[in-house]
């Protein structure tokens, strides 16, 4: 891997990654904690740029840390949850060996080729860009249909998010 | 470019941390935070598999518009998890997830 933008660009996004998630998962702090989770999924769409899927990457910052961040920012002011619980962990030592040998396995099958060829040669030089994104979503030999099933499961999840969330004394 | 295993690596190393915080942390907010680092691994395997594709002759953007649902459906689940969290909080006084028990028989 020779040095160039998207190999420096691809160093960068990786540190932003796993040290974001780390943060998440290792701070006692939950408002930091929800700091870190942005600076996790910022390097995600970074991920999606050196990808060639610019669309996702907007949407991945507009969703996520636009509104699910946020969200996640107001539930933590809600549940004033910092003060209640002393010790961050439970479960400790089964929960990092069980997910160390996950990820040792995962890195084994992605550098072993045991399922068949596992790196392409070559990577497709035509790329769809968004504008064929946008065409097929609404193409009903494309995508139409799981794009409207998708619209009614948001709006069914907001109501119900409302509907659960209402107070009932008020 | 990056080769695909170095993607699958990250995302990998990503899902795991997430694991690892979905049964290690005892708030319910830390979980769902944790949950969402994980769904955002499966979203790089999807675009890394859909960028290193073989070339067809008809365009395939399979890979692409299933991350694009992903995103819907972790910003839906998003949604309901923190309502849930905050209707027990209410009742209980807790984000423990194991203090919420009231449906055990």
């Given at each position: ?8 660009g691809?160093v960068v996004?990786?540190?932003?990654t ?14 930091q ?50 003060a ?8 400790t030592?089964?929960s ?17 080729p ?17 504008r ?26 907001m109501?119900?998010?409302?509907f ?7 | ?6 993607y ?62 992903v ?31 009231m449906l055990?028989?």
């Amino acid at each position: 891997m020779e040095l160039n933008a998207i190999s420096i660009g691809f160093v960068v996004f990786t540190i932003f990654t796993l040290g974001g998630a780390l943060g998440v998962v290792m701070t006692r702090n939950l408002f930091q904690g929800t700091i870190w989770l942005m600076v996790s999924l910022f390097g995600v769409a970074g991920y999606f740029v050196l990808l060639s899927a610019p669309f996702l990457a907007a949407v991945q910052i507009l969703v996520y840390i636009g509104a699910i961040a946020i969200l996640i920012t107001f539930a933590v002011m809600l549940t004033r949850s910092i003060a209640r619980i002393k010790e961050r962990y439970i479960r400790t030592a089964p929960s990092f060996i069980g997910s160390l040998a996950l990820f040792l396995i995962l890195l084994l099958g992605v550098t072993i080729p045991i399922f068949g060829a596992h790196s392409p040669e070559s990577i497709p030089e035509y790329v769809a860009s968004t504008r064929d994104l946008g065409a097929a979503l609404v193409d009903e030999n494309g995508y139409v249909v799981p794009f409207l099933l998708a619209s009614v499961l948001l709006t069914a999840a907001m109501i119900g998010a409302i509907f659960i969330a209402r107070d009932e004394r008020s | 470019m990056a080769p695909l295993w170095m993607y699958l690596a990250v995302a990998a190393a990503l899902f795991s941390i997430g694991v690892f915080g979905v049964l290690a942390r005892r708030n319910a907010v830390a979980i769902l935070m944790s949950v969402e680092l994980m769904l955002n691994a499966v979203n790089i395997n999807l675009v890394a598999f859909w960028r290193y594709s073989e070339t067809s002759t008809d365009l395939l953007l399979n890979g692409y518009v299933f991350t694009a649902f992903v995103l819907i459906v972790a910003a839906a689940e998003a949604a309901v998890g923190l309502a849930i969290i905050i209707t027990v909080y209410r009742n209980r006084r807790s984000v423990i997830p194991e203090e919420a028990a009231m449906l055990k028989g």
